[in-house]
T-cell receptor, first 113, second 114 residues
Framework: QKEVEQNSGPLSVPEGAIASLNCTYS??????FFWYRQYSGKSPELIMS????GDKEDGRFTAQLNKASQYVSLLIRDSQPSDSATYLC?????????????FGSGTQLTVLP | GAGVSQSPSNKVTEKGKDVELRCDPI?????LYWYRQRLGQGLEFLIY????????KSGLPSDRFSAERTGESVSTLTIQRTQQEDSAVYLC????????????FGPGTRLTVT
């Protein structure tokens, strides 16, 4: 099992719909969780961070965290073609006795006009 | 304020040559990270610096790879005797307080080994 697992996609949604991106992780005591957006040929850009169970909203983005289920998700409301990118989930995991931010392999999202 | 900067943006080198990549973190950020991203792949952790502590080198793939950082400023990643499998984008990130906080990425250096 991968330590941070994401559905690689591609995920296609029509413009204006809600895009739902999911991520599971292996470490029960992880404390910090991040979503990054990466456009093709560009570096990752931080879009959301979440540290506590529940929902965190920022504009059209909502991050949802359920530590008991080891699950974090990102919802994008009113999806736009400009949201088309790869979305990376990152989780602070214990690796070799130290905590390390570990990235999933990403979900490719396409928003169709 | 200024973000993370990296240089060069592109580097083409011949197999067997040494290369040096540079990263300038966000001012005031104590933590600095290097990652590698091969084409179409995820991010691969290489090394982590936190203040004056000993770096976490656990991700360096071989002894051809090394990195230095002076205090809380610039870092250089050196790859000796480059191989074709070293071709990738090398990304640097910095954060204000270490592994629990948000990391901000630079634009990356695209390395091509011919």
């Amino acid at each position: 099992q991968k330590e941070v697992e994401q559905n690689s996609g591609p995920l296609s949604v029509p413009e204006g719909a809600i895009a739902s991106l999911n991520c599971t992780y292996s470490d029960r005591v992880s404390q910090s969780f991040f979503w990054y957006r990466q456009y093709s040929g560009k570096s990752p850009e931080l879009i959301m961070s979440i540290y506590s169970n529940g929902d965190k909203e920022d504009g059209r983005f909502t991050a949802q965290l359920n530590k008991a289920s080891q699950y974090v998700s990102l919802l994008i409301r009113d999806s736009q073609p400009s949201d088309s990118a790869t979305y990376l989930c990152a989780v602070n995991l214990r690796v070799n006795s130290a905590r390390q931010l570990t990235f999933g392999s990403g979900t490719q999202l396409t928003v169709l006009p | 304020g200024a973000g993370v900067s990296q240089s060069p943006s592109n580097k083409v080198t011949e197999k067997g040559k040494d290369v040096e990549l540079r990263c300038d973190p966000i001012s005031g950020h104590t933590a600095l990270y290097w990652y590698r991203q091969r084409l179409g792949q995820g991010l691969e952790f290489l090394i982590y610096f936190q203040g004056n502590s000993a770096p976490d080198k656990s991700g360096l793939p071989s002894d051809r790879f090394s990195a230095e950082r002076t205090g809380e400023s610039v870092s250089t990643l050196t790859i000796q005797r480059t191989q074709q499998e070293d071709s990738a984008v090398y990304l640097c990130a910095s954060s204000s307080k270490g592994q629990l906080t948000e990391q901000y990425f630079g634009p990356g250096t695209r390395l091509t080994v011919t």
